[in-house]
């Protein structure tokens, strides 16, 4: 069941961005917030984003504004009130637009939660992060508490609900 979830979000999110006649499909995907209710803001998103649970993906573009969709498991640092995301990528299309752009979304959906009856039987927990690249060497530096050669890191710009 987990399973046919996350595919049925990553078909939804590829069909909206096959069909887009625009790049900014995710900001005007939904015009009202239908998810606001279960968005995870804050700690809360940090906490679940590090559970290493739930559906995790990240929307770039390339420099001619030509989208790309990469599913991996990433994760978020907090430092003075702002969040973080923490990428760790091999050579790869989203690493090359990433480092072209200096941009991302980044879309989180946590695991519905099927022990509760009243609970919808779908993701609707969770967030869409707008992010833009640390370029300020010390503050990079203070982030990559582990010394990583590959590591990225995207300030958390803009937070959303899922719809």
Same mark, same amino acid.
């Given at each position: 069941?987990?399973?046919?979830?996350? &595919?049925? *979000? =990553?078909?939804?999110?590829?069909? +909206?961005?096959?069909? !887009?006649?625009?790049?900014?499909? $995710?900001?005007? #995907?939904?015009?009202?917030?239908?998810?606001?209710?279960?968005?995870?803001?804050?700690?809360?998103?940090?906490?679940?984003?590090?559970?290493?649970?739930?559906?995790?993906?990240?929307?770039?573009?390339?420099?001619?504004?030509?989208?790309?969709?990469?599913?991996?498991?990433?994760?978020?640092?907090?430092?003075?009130?702002?969040?973080?995301?923490? &990428?760790? *990528? =091999?050579?790869?299309?989203?690493? +090359?637009?990433?480092? !072209?752009?200096?941009?991302?979304? $980044?879309?989180? #959906?946590?695991?519905?939660?099927?022990?509760?009856?009243?609970?919808?039987?779908?993701?609707?927990?969770?967030?869409?992060?707008?992010?833009?690249?640390?370029?300020?060497?010390?503050?990079?530096?203070?982030?990559?508490v582990t010394g990583s050669a590959t590591v990225m890191f995207y300030h958390v710009v803009t937070v959303k609900p899922l719809g």
């Amino acid at each position: 069941m987990k399973k046919l979830i996350a &595919l049925l *979000l =990553a078909c939804l999110m590829l069909f +909206a961005v096959a069909s !887009a006649e625009t790049v900014d499909v $995710a900001a005007s #995907a939904s015009v009202a917030n239908f998810y606001g209710d279960y968005a995870l803001t804050g700690d809360d998103l940090m906490n679940a984003l590090n559970s290493f649970s739930g559906t995790y993906l990240i929307v770039t573009t390339d420099a001619e504004g030509n989208p790309n969709v990469g599913f991996f498991i990433y994760g978020m640092v907090e430092k003075d009130g702002e969040y973080y995301l923490q &990428l760790g *990528l =091999a050579a790869n299309q989203s690493r +090359a637009n990433l480092e !072209a752009t200096g941009k991302c979304i $980044a879309v989180y #959906a946590a695991n519905p939660d099927f022990t509760d009856a009243n609970a919808k039987p779908y993701a609707v927990s969770g967030a869409r992060m707008w992010c833009e690249a640390v370029t300020d060497e010390a503050l990079f530096n203070e982030l990559n508490v582990t010394g990583s050669a590959t590591v990225m890191f995207y300030h958390v710009v803009t937070v959303k609900p899922l719809g």
